[in-house]
């Protein structure tokens, strides 16, 4: 078998220059980013807010334990599928964050699992005054609180990553929230301004 010869050619600087600037503009881009994700995410955070706002309206009309439990009860089978499906998302979004170099906006998860670990918190006190309808108002008024500050927060990130990846807004709602999502030590959940 004859060996034919090796042919090197040297390429001018520019050329190199040129290379180098293509594989810089590469790994800035948006590789990994699923459009259909980031917007099934935000549609999923409009909809915790919206059983959030009919919720907080309902619990305002309160008027026996059975309503109490039947507006809860309606409340939490609209937003526990939605915040699941967030949470089932969320290590996606922060991914997603993170390659676009937003690390401080890697909270879209941990923010989900905050919304869960409300309404589960929720459900364990919620109408628990049999009589006395205050307090149930009370605890649903301040859960309406927490949940439309999450849910608020996540519309907000997701809004942000759909714009640094170049995608229309349409329906996606305003952006550009501060603040993120702390998982403090024994559990619970914060959101730190």
């Known amino acids: 078998m004859e ?3 090796l042919k090197f050619r040297i ?31 935000n549609i999923a955070a409009q909809g915790v807010s919206s059983a959030v706002a ?16 039947s507006a809860q009860t309606s409340y939490d089978s609209q937003a526990r599928p939605l915040t699941g499906q967030m949470q089932g998302m969320g290590a996606d979004m922060d991914a997603m964050m993170g390659s676009m170099k937003h690390m401080d906006a890697e909270d879209m998860g ?3 699992n905050a919304m ?7 459900q364990a006190v919620a109408c628990t005054s049999s009589t006395d309808m205050t307090p149930n108002k009370a605890e649903a008024q301040q859960h309406v609180a927490t949940m439309t500050q999450w849910a608020s927060h996540e519309m907000g990130r997701s809004h942000d990553l759909a714009s640094m990846a170049g995608m229309g807004m349409g329906s996606m ?9 702390i998982h403090n030590a024994d559990g619970t959940y914060t959101f730190q301004p």
Not at 56 to 67: K, N
């Open 110 to 112: 941990c923010s989900a």
């Open 54 to 69: 009919a919720y907080g309206t309902q619990a305002a009309s309160m008027t026996s334990a059975a309503t109490c439990a």
């Open 173 to 181: 709602g305003n952006g550009t929230t501060s603040g993120h999502c």
């Open 3 to 5: 060996r034919l010869p």
């Open 116 to 122: 869960m670990a409300e309404l589960n918190r929720h």
């Open 11 to 41: 390429l001018p600087v520019s050329a190199l220059v040129g290379s180098s600037l293509l594989l810089f503009a590469c790994g800035s881009s948006t590789t990994g980013i699923n459009s259909a994700e980031i917007q099934s995410f």
